[in-house]
């Protein structure tokens, strides 16, 4: 599978940031190949038509919506017409949690690494302007860069990335409050890094250092499940993938994300999703 890096915008700062309008990147959204990237993405679409198969999720693509999209999840475009106008926002993650001085800014913003919820949001036609005016902005300081640029893109940037978190909270009614501790957001960063081998939540506790109770009041608050819900997410998700595009069979895959024996992952699997991985395998290569 193809996996697109990211370049370096060409300004006077290093920036691993850019922006991009629909007539300079078109032509990589109407490709239907499937592949990854290793940045993130927010893709601002005015006009839009088609659909999206992207984290195992069909998105269907209309006028005024805002497209997610984390490092390394599979997509594959389906866009339709001549009139597509869209705006896309790149950046690699050490950058931008560098850029603002938190490691974990890119897991606190929930539209980000999303299993449970959508990867879009649909918006009022007057902020998807606003948002476009923000972008715009930005690209102006990056191409004509002047001595206060990194500090006009950092506030413009930051700007832009919570008002939109808002609106997708408010949306599928999930909490931003930062308050307290920041266990959920190690948590989720945590799953992105060692799902493969680690799938118990004691694995989690000790590499946090705190109890289960404490680990599941923090996800719950700020993601509405429990811990062990996310963290089972987390692995069938990886599953799904590994039967989808790695080519490896049952035996394979259970030994990369070291399952003991391939029963275990087919029984997991089954009790998650009340189906066999052969069955969900022909369904997938069926459309359903």
Known sequence: MRILKFHKTECGVDFLLNVLPSEEVKDNYSNSEIYN??????IVFKKGRGTLLLNQQKINISDNTIIFISPFQQRQWFLEGDDLDFTVLVFQEDFLNDFFADKLFTYSLLYFYQLEYPLYLPV??????KYCELLTEIKTELVTTKPDSVH?????????????NRQYAQQNELSIDKNGSNYAFQFKQLLEKHIKEKQRIEDYTALLNISRISLNKAVKTHFNVTATYLLKQRLLFEIKNYLIYSGLTVAEIAHELHFSEPNHLMR??????GMTTSLFISDYQNGS
């Not at 990237?37 to 927010?42: A, L, M, P, S, W």
């Open 124 to 129: 009022d036609r007057s902020e998807i302007l």
């Open 37 to 42: 990237t290793d940045y993130f993405e927010i």
């Open 268 to 273: 997991f699997f089954k009790t998650q999703t």
């Open 152 to 164: 006009i893109i950092r506030s413009l940037l930051y700007y832009l990335l919570q008002k939109i």
